[in-house]
């Protein structure tokens, strides 16, 4: 879940919640997407996917995590979808916003994962 200024224009919400897994694991089974790159709140480069269709963020590629890729968890479109494992950028949190019990939350990025975990 992260809660900088740029997830909340891009989703047009309080934050954005993604499901990272390893760039391999991910496929585009059909259709196409446009992209969107720009900098993230962290400085580096972040290349977003948006469907041609409908215009929906589905997944992106963060160069600071470059053997992750982020998809959206709106995308499963699962109401019973676990609930997110941190809170990044919780500096710009709105202030309504209560995290689940116990997850790890970290003013800015979280520290950077070890490969394979």
């Known amino acids: 879940m ?6 909340q224009r891009r989703t047009g919400s309080a934050f954005g919640i ?14 196409t997407t446009h992209t969107f790159e720009r900098d993230s709140a962290s400085g580096s480069r972040v290349k977003f996917h948006f469907c041609v269709r409908c215009g929906a963020n589905v997944f992106w590629e963060p160069e600071r995590m470059a053997g992750r890729i982020a998809v959206a968890a709106g995308a499963f479109a699962d109401p019973n979808f ?28 979280s520290p950077p994962r070890r490969p394979g975990s």
């Open 2 to 7: 992260c809660h900088c200024l740029d997830c």
């Open 18 to 31: 993604a499901v990272f897994y390893g760039r391999d694991a991910v496929s585009i089974e059909k259709g």
């Open 82 to 109: 676990p609930h997110p494992e941190q809170s990044v950028w919780t500096k710009d949190k709105h202030g309504w916003v209560r995290l689940p019990d116990g997850i790890p939350a970290f003013e800015t990025n």
